[in-house]
Nanobody, 117 residues
């Protein structure tokens, strides 16, 4: 199983980035996919989730209206489009794949996003 994040980097406040998480080794279509983020000294925070069945999405209040999560089953990839970035969005962003019954939970290695002028 592999989850490989990409697309992070340094961006000015108000700018945009698009993160990608390319996956392999499991049946992508039946997993809920989630982006988390973490800053030093803080717990990992859920940013956005896209459900396997139906594609419903959920967002943290702090990113609603600015971030969009999407998935492409043909490419086994999940995306996070981040617009109107703020300094407080600075974090390492992680991709997660999860399903239950039976329970499986996979993580990527993370990609750094830095929002600074």
């Amino acid at each position: 199983v592999q989850l490989v994040e990409s697309g992070g980097g340094l961006v000015q406040p108000g700018g945009s980035l698009k993160l990608s998480c390319a996956t392999s080794g499991f049946i992508f279509e039946i997993y809920d996919m989630t982006w988390y983020r973490q800053t030093p000294g803080k717990e990992r925070e859920l940013v956005a989730t896209i459900i396997s069945a139906g594609g419903r999405t959920y967002y943290a209040d702090s990113v609603k209206g600015r971030f969009t999560i999407s998935r492409d089953s043909a490419k086994n990839t999940v995306y996070l489009q981040m617009n109107s970035l703020r300094p407080e969005d600075t974090a390492v962003y992680y991709c997660n794949a999860k399903r239950e019954f039976p329970s499986y939970d996979y993580w990527g290695q993370g990609t750094q996003v830095t929002v600074s002028s």
